[in-house]
């Protein structure tokens, strides 16, 4: 019941931010770009004119999965000339939201432009996808351009300017996809597996053929269960797994708790490190942008799997 009351607050609130409380857009030319998650903005900054502002909502560590838009986002979000969130239920808790904001403010889901038969499905939940295309270079490229291409739409005046942004974009994920697979390629073989606290390296795995393994699933809102602690404890023991990884955006219980179940078999398992997954770390950190994040990823991916 409460939570109803709270939603219904949420919407209240909500309409009276898009009527007579709206904040005033800023009088100046500025365009200002707003996106949900941290990983969005890199990209959204990276292809839009120098001179726009782009701001994320979801600072670093926060996981989009179950985060719900406050006061001060709504605020944000009616500031903004274009939103861009990434979608596919990502931001599971904030659809709604999104889309009333897009009946005032351009507002585009950018994972909605890669064709369904490229996704990978979720076999807990029956018509659900994987939201995590981040994780997949050539998904991303496909995001990039279609970044672009709404930039473009809504901004013509800038075309040149965004197509020499996305073409750059384009060239230099090219790179980092032929850096990775030189990286993923010294891990032996038998030793290409991933396990981590949810699932969000799916992309990762397919594109470099690693298995991947979580105890949560696609989401970090499901909990992990017994079976998946015992089933994965098993693939560690049973394949040798030299490491498994922490995630910044995840809580570590359920990590730890295969951990010192795997101890208490014999076997001396160790944290490889800890992933950026859903979010890129602080501004000024080693991950602050997507291609630092992702290559931040790969290196301690195959530093701890090497071993
Ligand atoms: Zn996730």
Redesign the pocket.
């Known amino acids: 019941m409460q939570q109803i009351i709270r939603y219904l607050f949420s919407i209240i609130l909500f309409f009276s931010l898009g009527s007579c409380h709206a904040p005033q857009k800023k009088n100046t030319e500025e365009i200002t770009i707003v996106t949900t998650t941290n990983i969005l903005r890199s990209l959204v900054e990276a292809i839009a004119p120098n001179e726009f502002s782009v701001t994320s909502i979801m600072g670093a560590g926060v996981?989009?999965?179950g985060y719900k838009a406050s006061q001060g986002d709504l605020n944000k979000f009616m500031q903004a000339n274009m939103i861009f969130y990434q979608g596919l239920y990502?931001e599971g808790k904030m659809i709604s939201v999104l889309e009333k904001l897009n009946l005032q403010i351009p507002t585009r889901e950018v994972s909605g432009v890669i064709p369904k038969m490229l996704l990978i499905k979720d076999d807990d939940f029956h018509e659900a996808v994987d939201?995590?295309v981040w994780f997949s270079i050539s998904l991303w490229k496909l995001c990039a351009q279609y970044v672009g291409d709404a930039l473009i739409e809504q901004y013509p005046k800038y075309t040149s300017e965004i197509q020499n942004n996305t073409i750059a974009y384009l060239a230099e994920l090219d790179e980092l996809h032929e850096w990775s697979l030189a990286q993923f390629s010294a891990i032996p073989k038998e030793q290409k597996i991933l396990i981590s606290a949810?699932?969000?390296f799916s992309y990762l795995g397919r594109d470099y053929d690693l298995s991947v393994y979580s105890l949560q699933g696609?989401?970090?809102l499901s909990d992990f269960g017994l079976k998946s602690l015992k089933e994965i404890g098993d693939v560690i023991i049973e394949k040798q797994v030299p490491a498994i990884f922490l995630e910044t955006?995840?809580s570590d219980r359920s990590i730890l708790a295969l951990i010192s179940g795997v101890k208490r078999k014999g076997y001396p398992i160790k944290t490889g490190g800890t992933l950026y997954?859903?979010s890129l770390g602080p501004i000024g950190s080693e991950a602050d942008n997507y291609f630092s994040m992702f290559r931040f990823n790969v290196t301690t991916i195959s530093k701890a799997l090497k071993n």
């Open positions: 996981d989009p999965h990502l939201p995590h949810h699932d969000a696609i989401s970090t955006s995840v997954s859903d």
